[in-house]
């Protein structure tokens, strides 16, 4: 158990529909960072957040959002959802982020969201 | 930008023999690595990282890692193998832009026969 939670586990839908998945990070944690995994793409980084405020974006399509909030939990919100959206999505958390040191990134178990 | 190459996106061995699992990198600067591990339907655990501190690195369960430079190389092994490891496995490099984002290789499934 990494210590990082995401609701829910499974998430099916239909094209067009809108989803929010949800992020708790670690204990202490001040960093939350989204990827994608997709059998065509693999492991994408989407985007990353640190104590509120957003550090960097990845490959995240413009119908992808996300925050995170002053408790530290993180969403991402997907919109006008695509069958390719069909995908796992993992957030994980680090204690900082720093360019002189490398903090381990810790995931969660992930979110598989269908878009049927 | 960062990036790592995996070779073999499929690795089977017997129980008991040597793993060997390939990951070579491409960084512009000394590059953290990491190799995580997925077991089914479950999210990636870190197995070990490298940070310059030392080329060998040991990991969890057994595994470790040694960063060649001359071979831009961080190959993963296992002196012998359990059924227990048969998970897909990732390499990844850390690439500052203006934050530690992870860039992954495409994964190593590994099978072990019994």
């Known amino acids: 158990d990494s210590g990082v939670t995401q609701t829910p586990k499974h998430l099916i839908t239909a094209t067009g529909q809108r989803v929010t998945l949800r992020c708790s990070p670690r204990s202490g944690d001040l960093s939350v960072y989204w990827y994608q995994q997709s059998l065509d793409q693999g492991l994408q980084f989407l985007i990353q957040y640190y104590n509120g405020e957003e550090r960097a974006k990845g490959n995240i399509l413009e119908r992808f959002s996300a925050q995170q909030f002053p408790d530290l939990h993180s969403e991402l919100n997907l919109s006008s959802l695509e069958l390719g959206d069909s995908a796992l999505y993992f957030c994980?958390?680090?204690?900082?982020?720093?360019?002189?040191?490398?903090?381990?990134?810790?995931f969660g178990p992930g979110t598989r969201l269908t878009v049927l | 930008a960062q990036s790592v190459t995996q070779l073999g996106s499929h690795v089977s061995v017997s129980e008991g023999a040597l793993v060997l699992l390939r990951c070579n990198y491409s960084?512009?600067?000394?590059?953290?690595l990491f190799w995580y591990v997925q077991y089914p339907n479950q999210g990636l655990q870190l197995l070990l990282k490298y940070t310059s501190a030392a080329t060998l690195v040991k990991g969890i369960n057994g595994f470790e890692a040694e960063f060649k430079k001359s071979e831009t190389s961080f190959h993963l092994t296992k002196p012998s193998a359990h059924m227990s490891d048969a998970a897909e496995y990732f390499c990844?490099?850390?690439?500052?832009?203006?934050?530690?984002?992870?860039?992954f290789g495409q994964g190593t499934r590994l099978t072990i026969n019994p």
């Open positions: 990844a490099v850390s690439d500052w832009q203006g934050a530690q984002k992870l860039v």
């Open positions: 960084s512009s600067v000394p590059p953290y």
């Open positions: 994980a958390s680090s204690l900082r982020t720093s360019r002189a040191y490398t903090d381990t990134q810790y």
